[in-house]
Nanobody
Framework: QVQLVESGGGLVQPGGSLRLSCAASGILFRFYVMGWYRQAPGKQRELVAH???????NYAEAVKGRFTISRDNAKNTVYLQMNTLKPEDTAVYYC?????????WGQGTQVTVSS
């Protein structure tokens, strides 16, 4: 059974930083492209970034230059370092494989950017 468990969210002021983690089990993690997604209130879930099995990365325009995705295949974990956060980054953040698998969604972690 696949489990993706996100953590690290919270309340942060504009301009602040957070580091999200996603621990994976039940999949051969090192072979998968992994992605971070987010869903803001009233909006569709969107892809934020993805990282290949060997570390090649791709980012949505809205986060380019501010967010960094990384992975540790030995720990079956993918990370999202978020800097210079903006109120429009407020959302529930999820990890999943890329392209997403609807059976793999976890609970997500809430990120709120507000003063």
């Amino acid at each position: 059974q696949v489990q993706l468990v996100e953590s690290g969210g919270g309340l942060v002021q504009p301009g602040g930083s957070l580091r999200l983690s996603c621990a994976a089990s039940g999949i051969l993690f090192r072979f998968y492209v992994m992605g971070w997604y987010r869903q803001a209130p009233g909006k569709q879930r969107e892809l934020v970034a993805h990282i290949s099995s060997v570390g090649s990365t791709n980012y949505a325009e809205a986060v380019k230059g501010r967010f960094t995705i990384s992975r540790d295949n030995a720990k079956n974990t993918v990370y999202l370092q978020m800097n210079t956060l903006k109120p429009e980054d407020t959302a529930v953040y999820y990890c999943n494989v890329y392209p997403q698998n609807s059976d793999y969604w976890g609970q997500g972690t809430q990120v709120t950017v507000s003063s």
